[in-house]
């Protein structure tokens, strides 16, 4: 069965650094993998996504994430943080063929910014 | 295009209640999934439908019930509510192509059960 870790349930960084997000995976198959933000009363919205494109995969204000077979990694990043990045991250798997459009997500990562 | 809607977005009942919560989909998907998000457990697949059929279904007990109508607006209900239940309901939808399309998150039912 397919699983995703997230390592780190808070992260705290401050104004302009980097921001490092963990997240590894584990599955048999090619994995298709998310990375969804969560803002406080909302749903989630969806940052980027890999499909076995790409390994390198830009997405939304200013994140990439990085997909590494060998690590069984997808590390989401941002160079820059700002004030406006605090929410909750989450990394998910889609289950492989026949698992249609199941997500498992990780327990998420609460991203705090601080001045 | 507008996005998931899902109704209510609030509701209390007491526990042995039934309660039924409603999504809206992107007009043109045909998928629905939805997830039950708690502190404890965090995000759970509920089950998915797609064109009015349960495709896919997650580990929950059969108090936890969905339809999916020919518009593609969807319902789950639970019955005999439980404290435990309550939670961040959250429907997503995308166009039923595959593993790689998008899921688009609404905002989320909160129900609280007491």
């Known amino acids: 069965a397919q699983s995703v870790t997230q390592l780190g349930s808070h992260v705290s960084v401050s104004e302009g650094a980097l921001v490092l997000l963990r997240c590894n995976y584990s599955?048999?198959?090619?994995?298709?993998l998310f990375w969804y933000v969560q803002y406080p009363n909302q749903g989630l919205q969806l940052l980027l996504k890999?499909?076995?494109?790409?390994?390198l995969v830009k997405g939304i204000n200013g994140f990439e994430a990085e997909f590494k077979k060998s690590e069984t990694s997808f590390h989401l990043t941002k160079p820059s943080a700002h004030m406006s990045d605090a929410a909750e991250y989450f990394c998910?798997?889609?289950?492989?063929?026949?698992?249609?459009?199941?997500?498992?997500f990780g327990a998420g990562t609460r991203l705090a910014v601080h001045p | 295009k507008a996005g998931v809607t899902q109704t209510p977005r609030y509701l209390i009942k007491t526990r042995g209640q039934q309660v039924t919560l409603s999504c809206s989909p992107i007009s043109g998907h045909r998928s629905v999934s939805w997830y039950q998000q708690t502190p404890g457990q965090g995000l759970q697949f509920l089950f998915e439908?797609?064109?009015?059929?349960?495709?896919n279904k997650g580990n929950f007990p059969g108090r936890f019930s969905g339809r999916q109508f020919s518009n593609s607006r969807s319902e789950m209900n639970v019955s005999t509510l439980e404290l435990g239940d309550s939670a961040l309901y959250l429907c997503?939808?995308?166009?039923?192509?595959?593993?790689?399309?998008?899921?688009?998150f609404g905002p989320g039912t909160r129900l609280l059960v007491l």
């Open positions: 439908y797609f064109s009015e059929t349960q495709r």
């Open positions: 890999y499909t076995s494109a790409a390994t």
């Open positions: 599955s048999s198959v090619p994995p298709y």
């Open positions: 997503a939808s995308n166009p039923g192509s595959g593993n790689k399309e998008t899921q688009y």
């Open positions: 998910a798997v889609s289950e492989g063929p026949g698992g249609y459009n199941k997500l498992i």
